[in-house]
């Protein structure tokens, strides 16, 4: 019973921080890839950045390297994204995803076989 819970959205000015949260209910969380996904409407779910099983892998998206930075505590299950000097356009809904076991992290939502139901992110100008 793989459970993702995201937490920490909201609405925010441009140039502000916010940092979500992503509690998995997995036993084998240090041993996978998470990712965080976002989607606006009419548009598919896109990278936003992802980490390795172990947390010393990590890629982003372009539009978003050097402004977020993606984590991992294994201790807790938990996977983060800080957000840094969002802009407008950050704004989506985000999405934690599990992906497979021992795998790299992956730019491919397609690669990430469950989800949390997400969290609003809103930055207005």
């Known amino acids: 019973q793989v459970q993702l819970v995201e937490s920490g959205g909201g609405m925010v000015q441009a140039g502000d921080s916010l940092r979500l949260s992503c509690a998995v209910s997995?036993?084998?969380?240090?041993?996978?890839?998470m990712g965080w996904f976002r989607q606006t409407p009419g548009r598919e779910r896109e990278l936003v950045a992802a980490?390795?099983?172990?947390?010393?892998?990590?890629i982003y998206a372009d539009s978003v390297r050097g402004r977020f930075v993606v984590s991992k505590d294994n201790a807790k299950n938990t996977v983060y994204l800080q957000m840094t000097n969002l802009k407008p356009e950050d704004t989506a809904v985000y999405y934690c995803?599990?992906?497979?076991?021992?795998?790299?992290?992956?730019?491919?939502?397609?690669?990430?076989?469950?989800w949390g139901q997400g969290t609003q992110v809103t930055v207005s100008s």
């Open positions: 995803g599990r992906g497979p076991l021992y795998a790299n992290p992956d730019s491919s939502a397609r690669t990430y076989g469950y």
């Open positions: 980490i390795s099983g172990g947390g010393l892998r990590t």
């Open positions: 997995d036993p084998s969380f240090s041993s996978r890839a």
